[in-house]
C-alpha cells in the first residue's frame, strides 16, 4: 500500500472476526483528528513484572516474557532435557533487547498512520538484530510492532487497539458476541468489535450495518 504515490493517510489491521461498530465517517474523523500516530495496546515486558504474583488478567505480561525475553537450551547428550535461561543477566548475550530497546508486548491488532507504517517498513527492511530475533519465534505479531513503535521517541502513541473485545468469559478465547452485547458494543469508543460468528448470531452483524450504514 505504501509504494504507492497516493498511499493512505491510515492502516488498520483487521480479521475476519472483526466487524465495525463505528460508521467509516466517524471512524475517519476520528483518525484524521488524532493527535497520534498509532492506537496500540502496549505493555513493557519486564523480569520483575515476570516475578510478581499477577492477577488472573495480568499473567499474559508472564507469558510475553517466557516467549519473548527467555532462552531454552536443548542438551544433545540427555535425551529431553531442556535448559531455560530466565535472568535477564544470563539471556543479555541470546536477546535483542537493552536499555535502549526494551521488549513490549499486546493485541495483534492495531492501526497507524502514514508516518507509523513508514517506520515499520524502514525499520523492519533492515534486517537487523531485533527483525531476525522475531522471524525465529512464535507470536511475533504479539510483541514486533509493539516494540518497534514503543521504542521510537518520535512517534506519539496511544494505548489503546480501538477494538471492544469481552474477556468476562475466562479462558484463551474471548466471548462470541450476540445481540445482548449490543448497548455495550454502541456506549463503546472502539472502532470495530471482535469476535463474530454468523453462524451463531447474524442478527447482531445485521442490526450493526443498519446502525453504521
Excluded at 515499520?120 to 537487523?128: A, E, G, R, T, V
Aim: charged residues 25%; contains cysteine; hydrophobic residues 35%.
Amino acid at each position: 500500500m505504501y509504494e504507492v504515490a497516493d498511499a493512505p493517510d491510515w492502516f488498520i489491521l483487521l480479521s475476519g472476526a472483526d466487524y465495525p461498530i463505528k460508521s467509516a465517517r466517524h471512524i475517519l474523523d476520528d483518525l484524521i483528528s488524532s493527535p497520534y500516530d498509532a492506537y496500540i495496546q502496549y505493555e513493557k515486558i519486564t523480569y520483575k513484572t515476570y516475578k510478581q504474583d499477577l492477577k488472573q488478567n495480568m499473567l499474559w505480561l508472564k507469558n510475553s516474557y517466557k516467549r519473548y525475553c527467555t532462552k531454552s537450551f536443548s542438551c544433545n547428550y540427555i535425551k529431553h532435557l531442556k535448559i531455560s535461561l530466565e535472568h535477564p543477566l544470563l539471556t543479555k548475550p541470546f536477546l535483542p533487547f537493552s536499555k535502549k530497546t526494551a521488549c513490549f508486548s499486546g493485541s495483534q491488532w492495531f492501526c497507524g498512520n502514514r508516518q507509523a507504517a513508514r517506520y515499520i517498513i524502514d525499520f523492519h527492511s533492515q534486517k537487523n538484530y531485533l527483525t531476525l530475533y522475531y522471524s525465529q519465534i512464535k507470536y511475533a505479531d504479539e510483541s514486533y510492532f509493539q516494540t518497534i513503535l514503543a521504542n521510537a521517541p518520535h512517534l506519539k502513541l496511544k494505548n489503546d487497539r480501538l477494538r471492544y473485545i469481552d474477556w468476562s468469559n475466562g479462558g484463551c478465547h474471548p466471548k462470541t458476541l450476540l445481540m445482548e452485547d449490543l448497548p455495550n458494543l454502541l456506549k463503546s469508543s472502539a472502532h470495530f468489535a471482535r469476535k463474530f460468528d454468523i453462524d451463531i448470531d447474524s442478527n447482531i452483524l445485521n442490526e450493526l450495518d443498519r446502525i453504521t450504514s
